[in-house]
């Protein structure tokens, strides 16, 4: 159940509407214009890659971890991918091919979105400050999503209105 919101909400928003279920997974956070200095605590690992003469930065965050970031109220940023994966799942960041991105993509705005990383069980995407995005396989979460903010849409129905 792939979701989208033309008003964009502040990852702490998003964060709050799960409930703290993402406690309950590993994150491989990518394509932010956030640097997490101030959270380096809370970083198992991270890489900086480059692709198409673009620096990638490349954060995974254990499952322990995700809610000393996503507390902080003013946490923001405009751009980002937060894939979530099982808490038994973990992703070397040095063999990762797949970078899941939002700047420019446009699988997201084709028929039946999916989730860019195969193992990722869901992703959270903030698109250009002006909406958020959750690729599901999950339906609990996209419940959980949906019931948080008025005015959504179904992304895949969006995809072919537009």
Do not use: C
């Not at 502040?10 to 964060?15: L, M, Q």
């Not at 997974?25 to 959270?39: A, H, S, V």
């Not at 003469?53 to 490349?58: F, G, K, P």
């Not at 799942?89 to 939002?102: G, Q, R, V």
Request: aromatic letters at 18%.
């Amino acid at each position: 159940m792939n979701t989208i919101t033309e008003v964009f909400y502040s990852p702490y928003e998003v964060f709050q509407a799960l409930s703290a279920l993402q406690d309950e997974y590993n994150w491989l956070i990518t394509d932010t214009d956030f640097y997490f200095e101030e959270f380096s605590e809370t970083i198992e690992n991270y890489r900086i890659k480059n692709r198409d003469n673009d620096i990638l930065e490349i954060y995974w965050i254990p499952h322990k971890n995700i809610s000393k970031i996503t507390e902080h109220k003013y946490f923001g940023l405009s751009w980002g991918v937060f894939s979530a994966f099982p808490k038994n799942e973990k992703i070397e960041l040095s063999n990762l091919e797949i970078i899941p991105f939002a700047d420019g993509n446009p699988s997201f705005w084709v028929p039946n979105p999916k989730t860019q990383h195969p193992k990722a069980l869901f992703e959270i995407v903030f698109w250009d400050s002006s909406y958020n995005l959750l690729i599901s396989k999950d339906e609990n979460i996209s419940r959980i999503f949906r019931n948080a903010f008025e005015g959504w849409k179904d992304l895949n129905l969006y995809n072919v209105e537009i």
